[in-house]
């Protein structure tokens, strides 16, 4: 029976983290091996009010699975961040692979699990739906965060391509340059991008030109190469304008098909079919946790920017 107990409550912390309790992610979790091998690296750790789970300067060493219960997690001249019901707590440094920022503090009694930060990354390895939904996950929570806050928190400085553009259309060796400094790839390895260069074709827009549909299905995404993109949505109404060195509407790209895009100038782009990017994925892992902690950098740096002009911050 108490095997039987941990094995639910593993799968349910797993779909937590993984699946934001999406109801089409059964079929992953219905992967037996995966279900047997988290619940072979689980460790379990009552907590007590007041108790503290790290400190910041802390070495990532773990992933932690907050089912039910409070933690607070603080720095000095900053809010908190408030967690209280499920949660997975600690990834941003996981895959940022950097020491604690914050302290965590128990602020009731509670059950924690929690695994070690190199199994869980090894898990995400060998079994790519899990790191594919991973991936969408991530991507939908820094798309809404990003909706919440004041869009003059997300503007970047455009980032220049290595190399002058010509007239003709870019070589591979010209390609290949371009995306190695691509924010979502950096980290990648040399071979990986090479073959992302390989499927990546140019694509034009004429000033006015739609370049996203809103509603449509997200089948590829737009690197930007020259001139800029306008894009919007409606519910909440936001307009965010996109520059050379970004992908056209960031984290929302492939997840959220309520944006609109067009462009303002003439724009040139790199375009990537979204199944060849995963195609590429499952056989190279090194781009999958490059994307993850590209988005968890972003995740963390408006997260901090709340708390600094804000104050504490609940997530619940």
């Known amino acids: 029976m108490a ?88 990834s941003f440094d996981v895959l940022l692979d950097k020491p604690r920022t914050r302290t965590a503090t128990a602020l009731s009694d509670f059950h924690i699990m929690r695994i070690r930060s190199e199994a869980w990354i090894e898990l995400l390895e060998d079994s790519f739906p899990i790191a594919r939904m991973a991936f969408i996950n991530m991507s939908h929570n820094v798309a809404q965060l990003e909706e919440s806050v004041p869009v003059s928190w997300l503007e970047q400085p455009p980032l220049v391509p290595p190399l002058p553009l010509q007239p003709g259309r870019l070589s591979l060796v010209e390609r290949l340059a371009i995306l190695m400094d691509a924010p979502r790839l950096r980290g990648a390895g040399v071979q990986t991008l090479a073959d992302l260069a390989a499927v990546a074709e140019e694509v034009t827009f004429a000033p006015g030109q739609r370049v996203l549909t809103s509603g449509a299905v997200r089948d590829r995404v737009y690197y930007i190469l020259e001139g800029e993109v306008v894009a919007n949505r409606k519910n909440p109404d936001i307009e965010r304008h996109f520059r050379p060195g970004t992908a056209v ?68």
Not at 37 to 64: C, K, M, N, V, W
């Open 3 to 90: 095997d039987n107990a941990q094995s639910r409550l593993s799968r349910e912390l797993f779909m937590a983290a993984f699946g934001g309790g999406r109801p089409d992610t059964s079929k992953t979790w219905g992967q037996g091996w995966v279900l047997d091998r988290l619940t072979s690296l689980i460790e379990e750790e009552d907590l007590h009010a007041g108790q503290t789970l790290f400190y910041a300067g802390d070495p990532p060493d773990y992933l932690y699975f907050l089912q039910n219960g409070r933690i607070r997690m603080s720095r000095p001249g900053s809010g908190s961040w408030i967690y209280e019901g499920r949660w997975v707590l600690g």
């Open 249 to 316: 509407c960031g984290a929302a790209a492939v997840v959220v098909p309520a944006w609109e895009a067009r462009a303002v100038t003439k724009v040139r782009t790199l375009s990537i079919r979204v199944e060849d990017w995963f195609d590429l994925a499952e056989e190279h892992f090194d781009i999958v946790l490059a994307s993850l902690a590209s988005l968890a950098a972003d995740r963390l740096r408006i997260m901090e920017r709340m708390a600094d002009e804000h104050g504490d911050i609940l997530m619940k």
